[in-house]
């Protein structure tokens, strides 16, 4: 039981961070109806960001909270830029273009940003020291003694403070409503007055953001990153979308916990080698049964 | 051009260079590097000076360029000449090429790099042609092509390896298991549409890299399997020094022994597998399966409506497509006599998919162009080892952004209803 418990811990809080990648995908997917095979990279520079800017900071000696909140507003301004730039390098000639084009140009595009890091940061893995330690324990008495620390609590709690702003903006906002307006039907929407070049360039901005934060997430969370880390992290996150509902966002956010608590789990209780194996089988599976997620609305296909 | 346009283009430029500093600053300009304990930042700002500096230029450049009303004449230019290759003059394109082909081996300037980059090239074009028939013809996004390739390859190693049965037998059971993947991938997922499809496809090639590494009784592991046996001519080893009662290659014919040889062989064995896949692709567009794939690609309600079963005839361009990936894959188990996960990676995938695409989807002589063109930059920047990938990445951008139906666009169908329409 405490070791159910544990698991779901740890569950939770890789969903948190898969989630916050997840938003990204649905929400292009959503306005544009691309996947925007890059984002798991713009993940990963998100990560390389808040890691230099962890060690800038960490020389300085500032207080922590300082440092994290400074870091935060760091790697969501250098990604956004990142995001905004791909869109307007990679997709944006594409638009209107034939279905496969700008899925392959997000595909070039992933592989150049790839290298690019590669390139500029070296191949080997970037260790960093532990920021935030400590933690709470609980059943302190049994066998088993659960333990959460204090930063997968500061991860849970940063993504429910940023859902909740995120959710502000979308349905109460003028930009979310022409953001909602987009999805629906985008010649109508430019025929309202509204720029929907503008508009689609800034879901880019905040989809890269909220990955740049699950980026710095990350780099707390496992001390540890490479410039390989998007893919894995990318094609999970985007399973995580489908199995909510691709453009659905509570369903981005679930399908995160959903598959963060499935891979724990299966590490957990089945086998360590084949975690990864998971997460790809619960999204055929889920594709078979509900091919369009838990909370997505019926694809109707019009003549 | 007035000032004002100047000085409008200037800001521009400079609002790039903000952009650019931006996205180079920290990811270029602070490194870091681990010494001793922790990691620790050395500076680089002379390139990201020099970066954003052509940022800025590149763009100003574009400003003016634009607002003289010309457009960048370089590539369109460059593209339309491809363009203007129609299928009579294709066809031509095709015999010249093949003869070429056959003779390569032989040329004066051909040496042991040539031949292995040409063997490397055939390889691809083989793929891309057998990805054609799911990608180009039936219009099935496939991002996990390399899973069957890596089935292919290790069918042909386990089988070859355990049972010691010589390359013929094993290459057509290597197909014959591939294309059983493709069946079981295929079954469950065809039902989904075009993205969902790739993805399914990817994480599907993601899983069998998975398996590969870790069912360690069986592939090895990491490690992967050597000693796999060299293919032979028609029963002949390319040996120098031939086992007990066996004649060798340059005996049996009487000439030197060469480890040219053995290369030349796998050329013209890769060659005739690769035409093969073309003659075949050529043949099955003009059967009603082939036809039923074309029609299901532009549009499948109405091929529901007409009776065709898109199910089956998606999973016979699976299972056929899939085939063509396992024969690729028992070549190249053969040709390097070792396999490991590594080279089944999803790097793979996106090359053949990129291939296709970029040739013109459905375009056999654009798989071959593409080819060509694409595996050429890579060996070219070889030198330049980390920067090949960014150039590969950075042409599947720009070929997208300036061609977006590839370097030969060929979506048109085999056969129309009131005759060809010129």
């Known amino acids: ?303 | 051009m007035e000032k004002k346009d100047i000085i409008q283009s200037f800001k521009d430029s400079l609002f790039t260079g903000l952009i650019a500093l931006a996205l180079f600053g920290p990811i270029v300009g602070l490194r870091t590097a681990s010494k001793g304990e922790g990691l620790f930042i050395t500076p680089q700002w002379g390139i990201v000076f020099l970066l954003v500096g052509l940022c800025i230029l590149g763009r100003f450049l574009i400003n003016l360029n634009s607002a003289r009303k010309t457009e960048i004449t370089f590539f369109s230019k460059f593209t339309s000449k491809f363009s203007a290759i129609t299928e009579d003059k294709a066809k031509h394109f095709a015999i010249t090429a093949i003869l070429f082909a056959v003779v390569f081996p032989f040329l004066p300037f051909t040496d042991r790099y040539f031949m292995d980059v040409a063997i490397m090239i055939l390889t691809y074009i083989m793929l891309g042609w057998g990805l054609n028939i799911v990608v180009g013809l039936a219009g099935l996004l496939d991002l996990g092509y390399v899973a069957f390739y890596a089935v292919g390859a290790y069918s042909y190693a386990l089988i070859a390896t355990t049972f010691g049965w010589s390359f013929w037998i094993c290459l057509p059971l290597a197909g014959v298991f591939a294309a059983f993947f493709g069946i079981l991938l295929g079954f469950p997922v065809l039902r989904l549409r075009g993205d969902y499809l790739a993805i399914v496809t990817l994480g599907f090639g993601e899983i069998i890299r998975i398996i590969l590494i870790n069912w360690y009784e069986v592939t090895n592991g990491p490690d992967g399997i050597t000693g796999i046996p060299r293919p032979s001519f028609f029963g002949l080893p390319f040996k120098r020094s031939p086992d007990e009662g066996e004649t060798s290659f340059h005996l049996f014919f009487n000439l030197e022994y060469s480890t040219m040889h053995r290369i030349i062989f796998l050329y013209y064995l890769i060659l005739v597998l690769a035409l093969i896949t073309n003659y075949f692709t050529l043949k099955i567009r003009k059967l009603p399966v082939g036809r039923a794939w074309e029609a299901l690609r532009e549009d499948e309600i109405a091929c529901k409506s007409l009776g065709v079963n898109p199910t089956n005839t998606k999973l016979t361009a699976f299972a056929i497509g899939a085939m063509f990936g396992g024969f690729a894959g028992s070549f190249f188990a053969t040709r390097q006599a070792f396999i490991s996960p590594e080279s089944f990676t999803f790097i793979e995938s996106a090359i053949i998919v990129a291939i296709v695409v970029l040739g013109g989807m459905g375009s056999q002589t654009g798989v071959v162009l593409a080819s060509i063109f694409l595996i050429g930059i890579t060996e070219m920047f070889r030198d330049l080892e980390q920067y090949r990938m960014i150039a590969f990445g950075g042409a599947m951008v720009l070929i997208m952004v300036f061609k977006p139906k590839g370097i030969l666009a060929n979506r048109k169908p085999t056969i129309l209803m009131h005759g060809d329409k010129k």
């Open chain 1, 1 to 303: 039981m405490e070791y159910f418990i544990q698991q779901l811990v740890n569950g939770i809080t890789l969903g948190s961070i898969y989630g916050l990648i997840a938003i990204g995908y649905t929400m292009v997917y959503g306005i544009i109806g691309m996947i925007n095979f890059a984002h798991g990279d713009i993940f990963m520079i998100g990560a390389f960001v808040a890691l230099i800017s962890f060690i800038i900071f960490g020389l300085t000696g500032v207080a922590l909270p300082v440092i994290l909140l400074l870091v935060l507003l760091i790697a969501m301004l250098f990604t956004a830029c990142y995001g905004w730039t791909v869109e307007k390098l990679a997709y944006k000639p594409l638009r209107g273009s034939f279905r496969l084009a700008p899925l392959i140009s997000a595909l070039g595009m992933s592989i150049v940003l790839q290298n690019y890091v590669q390139v500029a940061q070296g191949a080997r893995v970037k260790p960093m020291q532990p920021l935030i330690s400590g933690g709470l324990e609980f059943f302190k008495g049994s066998e088993f003694v659960v333990t959460v620390s204090y930063l997968q609590i500061f991860i849970v709690v940063l993504t429910i403070i940023l859902m909740g702003i995120f959710t502000y903006l979308i349905t109460k906002t003028d930009l979310g409503r022409a953001q909602r307006a987009c999805e629906q039907d985008r010649t109508m929407t430019a025929l309202l007055g509204i720029n929907v070049d503008r508009t689609i360039s800034i879901t880019f901005i905040i989809g890269s953001s909220l990955a740049s934060v699950a980026g710095m997430m990350f780099v707390l969370y496992y001390g540890v990153i490479d410039f390989y880390i998007g893919f894995l992290a990318g094609i999970k996150a985007f399973t995580a979308a489908v199995l909510g509902g691709i453009g659905s966002l509570p369903g981005a956010m679930l399908g995160g916990l959903l598959i963060g608590l499935i891979e724990t789990f299966w590490a957990g209780y089945v086998s360590l080698e084949y975690k990864d194996v998971a997460a790809f089988s619960v999204l055929i599976v889920v594709l078979i049964f509900f091919p369009t997620g838990f909370l997505g609305k019926p694809d109707i296909e019009k003549v």
